[in-house]
Nanobody, 122 residues
Framework: VQLQASGGGLVQAGSSLRLSCAAS????????MGWFRQAPGKEREFVAG????????NYADSMKGRFTVSRDNAKNTVYLEMNSLKPEDTAVYYC????????????????WGEGTQVTVSS
């Protein structure tokens, strides 16, 4: 499966953004999906994940209550709604697809998109 993330941009602190990740192929619903991010000079970190059906989601603690992950299997797309953005949310955001269980570990995901830059100014 090929993944293409979009929706990033430059916003002010307190703003919202919605990222999208479009997947190719007809097997999108067979993958758990995750969002990760990597800030300059930092390790890649888990942001949010969603099960195949969308019925289960999980989030990194710092994103709980601000970010919402969702998916539309009919459109082969996963979304990340980000609210109350902070300068520390500045990073390249990646979507990833996994054929196993929903986890927070990047190594468990098989396919990765190229990422979309999110920059939050103070």
């Amino acid at each position: 499966v090929q993944l293409q993330a979009s929706g990033g941009g430059l916003v002010q602190a307190g703003s919202s953004l919605r990222l999208s990740c479009a997947a190719s192929g007809r097997t999108f619903s067979s993958y758990v999906m995750g969002w990760f991010r990597q800030a300059p000079g930092k390790e890649r970190e888990f942001v949010a994940g969603i099960s195949r059906s969308g019925g289960t989601t999980n989030y990194a603690d710092s994103m709980k209550g601000r970010f919402t992950v969702s998916r539309d299997n009919a459109k082969n797309t996963v979304y990340l709604e980000m609210n109350s953005l902070k300068p520390e949310d500045t990073a390249v955001y990646y979507c990833a697809a996994g054929s196993g269980m929903l986890t927070t570990y990047g190594i468990d995901y098989d396919y990765w998109g190229e990422g979309t830059q999110v920059t939050v100014s103070s």
